[in-house]
């Protein structure tokens, strides 16, 4: 089928009722999105709305009150073996499978219960995900990353050997890793004898100059018609008030003033570009980039890729240039529903770069960051919140996603965790949606953002 034009795209979604299934541990990436389309519908493992949303089905939890799971991938087939989600998913007919994270088990999985897994297979993304093999695809591509050297490294003295051109401070990355817990910062032995296990346990490493960063991200969607490239965002990254890792992602914000309109032209380019290379390996559909703004230059240098939806997902599909055009997320599944986008993707681009097409909002990640255990008595429900004058946080009404949220001292809260659960170190507590800017001009946390993390942190007892 062709699509001529963003209103028929939206049209054809809004009328299918092929049932699209997204299986995660919450709702929050793609909140909102059955509004959008006919057939969305979520299988999640934690009951962010208390049984309350109508398209939300949550069994019920192996063990009580923890989180039994290694990975996102065991968490997803675990719930994709349940006889109760599969019954479910059955009485819908054959239909469509995404997931943030899934293997060759859950590729299996979706087979036996009728379903295409719309994405790329599970080989694929594990190499694209890769951040040293992230490396060689933008070197391909020509663009450019922080100075860095790749290779293995068992004792100090080998990684001083291997980057020596690099300077004193350095940061070291393994292949895989999730929000900063294995991302090392290195400027003596005994930062190194700190971490040691973790990176001679690799076969090799990535070795970074240290810079003075700006982070930023920008996700994408590869499509047979070109690369669809979404708005630029700044990375909340590390804040001791959200998150007990110091590399640790945090949050993010899209804000119309964020960034200069040369920074967010060459960010959108260079998205591209990743997005054309990795299609060339045989990736189609929705991608997100890490970007590194030097402080000191000014130079613009990858961070990492991510072939998948990601964190910044909500904020890029709830965005104004969305909800004027199409949510990144529709391009996506029109990529998998072999649709034919034919219209000009690449003024799509230009204009969801330009800095009129910013609205302001970010989002903060908040984490338990005590290392202390603790099981909660009682907390914060999901829904609109509103931020008092005594700097307290009060309840307003239940809310699937941010639509309603009216004012600056208003903002949307998605609880993760429930009464009675246990709470380990650097587990996510909830996340809040807030309009307006986080961070100051260097890049701190507002006091009226700092205010809201304190407001919310206070109803987890």
Not at 11 to 37: K, Q, S
Not at 183 to 196: G, N, Y
Not at 223 to 229: A, I
Not at 262 to 279: C, D, E, W, Y
Request: negative net charge.
């Amino acid at each position: 089928m062709i699509i001529k034009d963003l209103s028929s795209l939206r049209r054809f979604f809004y009328r299918d009722t092929t049932p699209i299934w997204h299986v995660c541990a919450t709702p929050y990436t793609l909140l909102g999105m059955d509004e959008w389309v006919r057939g969305f519908r979520w299988v999640n493992y934690s009951d962010c709305f208390d049984s309350l949303h109508p398209r939300i089905l949550v069994p019920p939890q192996p063990v009580a009150n923890t989180f039994p799971f290694d990975t996102l991938e065991a968490m997803n087939n675990h719930l994709l073996k349940l006889p109760q989600v599969r019954n479910h998913i059955r009485s819908f007919g054959p239909g469509l499978l995404t997931l943030l994270f899934f293997d060759e088990e859950t590729e299996s999985l979706a087979r036996e219960l009728d379903l295409q897994l719309i994405f790329p297979p599970a080989d694929l993304r594990r190499r694209i995900d890769d951040k040293l093999e992230t490396t060689r695809i933008a070197d391909s591509a020509g663009v450019s990353s922080v100075p860095n050297v790749l290779g293995s490294v068992q004792t100090y003295d080998d990684l001083r050997s291997l980057s020596k051109h690099l300077g004193p401070d350095l940061v070291v990355q393994t292949p895989y890793g999730d929000s900063g817990e294995t991302t090392f910062f290195i400027s003596s032995r005994d930062d190194f004898d700190l971490v040691q296990s973790h990176i001679a346990a690799e076969r090799e490493v990535k070795i970074m100059k240290r810079i003075r960063p700006r982070q930023a991200a920008v996700e994408g969607c590869v499509t047979s018609s070109g690369t669809v490239v979404g708005p630029l965002s700044t990375e909340i990254v590390g804040f001791g008030e959200l998150t007990p890792y110091k590399g640790g992602w945090a949050g993010n914000e899209i804000a119309a003033g964020a960034f200069s309109d040369a920074q967010r032209k060459q960010a959108s380019h260079q998205t591209m570009l990743i997005g054309n290379a990795i299609q060339a390996l045989g990736y189609r559909g929705y991608f997100e980039v890490d970007w590194l703004i030097d402080q000191d230059t000014d130079t613009l240098y990858l961070g990492e890729l991510n072939p998948r939806l990601t964190g910044l997902s909500p904020l890029t599909n709830l965005a104004a240039f969305a909800h004027a055009d199409a949510p990144l997320f529709l391009f996506h599944l029109a990529e998998y529903r072999n649709l034919k986008l034919d219209f000009n993707l690449q003024e799509l681009n230009q204009r969801w770069s330009d800095l009129d097409e910013n609205d302001n909002w970010g989002q903060l990640i908040i984490k338990h960051t005590e290392q202390t255990d603790v099981v909660l008595k009682s907390a914060p429900a999901s829904g609109v919140w509103r931020l008092n004058a005594d700097g307290s946080a009060s309840f307003r009404y239940p809310q699937t996603h941010r639509r309603t949220v009216d004012g600056h001292n208003e903002a949307f809260f998605l609880r993760i965790p429930e009464a009675s659960d246990q709470i380990t170190f650097g587990d996510d507590l909830g996340i809040l949606v807030v309009p307006g800017r986080l961070l100051t001009e260097n890049g701190q946390l507002t006091d009226r953002t700092q205010a809201w993390i304190r407001a919310i942190r206070a109803h987890f007892v």
